[in-house]
């Protein structure tokens, strides 16, 4: 088992920056891959960001390509989402998630955070 907690969320101005962080405990991170989705209201849960167990290969949706930025430290069981240039669509509850594969489907994730609330405003 894994258990997940997210931290770093907010109420920011669209440009602004927010840095989410993801602590792990229960098991060590370093066999998961980690992802951050993230859920609008009305709007399904969607595939934010996701790292590799070794932190070498990431992958971003489209929409937050440039601008936000995962990575993780295996030694102290933490991931992180730093987000940049905000905006006001960014708006949601974003959770973290552990994986045994790789996968941007969030049916794959394991294992899921509480999540944590940012919101943009304009």
């Known amino acids: 088992q894994v258990q997940l907690v997210e931290s770093g969320g907010g109420l920011v101005q669209a440009g602004g920056s927010v840095r989410l962080s993801c602590a792990a405990s229960g098991r060590t991170l370093n066999r998961y891959y980690m992802g951050w989705f993230h859920q609008a209201p009305g709007k399904e849960r969607e595939f934010v960001a996701t790292?590799?167990?070794?932190?070498?290969?990431?992958d971003y949706a489209n929409s937050v390509k440039g601008r936000f930025t995962i990575s993780r430290d295996n030694a102290k069981n933490m991931v992180y989402l730093q987000m940049n240039s905000l905006k006001p669509e960014d708006t949601a509850v974003y959770y973290c998630?552990?994986?045994?594969?790789?996968?941007?489907?969030?049916?794959?994730?394991?294992?899921w955070g509480q999540g944590t609330q940012v919101t943009v405003s304009s």
């Open positions: 998630a552990a994986a045994l594969k790789w996968s941007t489907i969030s049916r794959e994730y394991d294992y």
């Open positions: 790292i590799s167990w070794s932190g070498v290969s990431t």
